[in-house]
DNA sequence: GCGACAG
DNA sequence: ATCTTGTCGC
């Protein structure tokens, strides 16, 4: 249904018109409204950390998603897709998912088999409609999906977040806890995690927690932000003169 | 009108 | 998001 709504702006790349910016919000109302925030899934086995990267450089405006799979506990990287697809429109705050989420789709697709969660980078429900990236996947994928976001869309911390490693504070917005502050390591800009889809937010804490490895970011954003950073690179390298 | 604003 | 190596500090 999301997808006819893309073919509107898929000509252009460019700023949508106003008209199609309220249907595009519209949608994300009738795909929040069919996000689970409950625990919905089943053992945890296979962890996929999913990422964009694009470059303001790039006159053919591609995004190139990128999905890496790590197996629990080893957390070692048992497959990976990435897929480069045109951007059918730039970024605007809180329309992230229309412009990433076909990509990451297609890459998904690619998988031999389809993950038991997913890591997205960016927002869950902590968003104007609830329906961040993280949250739109989900849904549209119905796969259990987590939000880990560097930087704040909407809500408010209850408290001040503690300096210590490890120190949480959930976030709320217009009165709904919708998220929370998360401090991954010592000294460093705490994560934003938010429920996505299927997933509640202590258990979304708690893979997030499991999969840290002492550093800022858990390994599976990681590992897809490091390998969506290497298709992109790849894709513009200039033309090799291997024969 | 002003300020905020994932990636 | 991206341009970018070394460097300072726990």
Redesign the pocket.
């Known amino acids: 249904m999301f997808r006819k709504l893309l073919h509107l702006v898929r000509m252009t790349s460019r700023a949508p018109p106003r008209s199609d910016l309220v249907k595009l919000r519209r949608c994300q109302l009738e795909l929040a409204a069919r996000a689970v925030r409950q625990d919905a899934l089943g053992e945890v086995r296979r962890i996929a950390g999913v ?7 790039d006159p053919a405006r591609m995004v190139h998603a990128a999905v890496v799979v790590l197996a629990w506990p080893s957390l070692e990287p048992v497959a990976r897709a990435a897929v480069s697809l045109p951007a059918p429109m ?2 605007i ?5 229309f412009r990433e989420v076909p990509a990451i789709e297609a890459a998904l697709a690619q998988l031999p088999e389809p993950p038991d969660l997913l890591m997205v ?3 869950g429900i902590a ?1 104007p409609r609830r ?4 949250t ?1 996947l989900g849904v549209v994928t119905d796969l259990p999906s987590i ?1 880990v ?6 809500g408010q911390p209850a408290s001040p977040l503690g300096e210590a490693p490890g120190a949480m504070v959930e976030v709320s917005d217009r009165g709904e806890v919708v998220g929370a502050l998360l401090r991954s390591r010592a000294r460093a800009n705490p994560l ?1 995690i938010s429920l996505g889809h299927r997933v509640s937010l202590d258990t979304a804490l708690h893979w997030v927690r499991a999969t840290l490895r002492g550093r800022r970011l858990p390994e599976p954003t990681r590992a897809a ?1 490091e390998w ?2 290497q298709a ?2 790849a894709a513009m390298a200039p033309p090799s003169d291997a024969q």
């Not at 990422?51 to 450089?57: A, E, I, P, W």
């Not at 976001?149 to 909407?154: G, I, T, Y």
């Open positions: 990422d964009v990267s694009s470059s303001r450089f730039p970024y705050t809180g329309l992230l998912a980078d960016g927002q968003h329906c961040g990236i993280a739109h939000g976001a560097k930087s704040r869309l909407v934003h932000h969506a950073g992109r690179r």
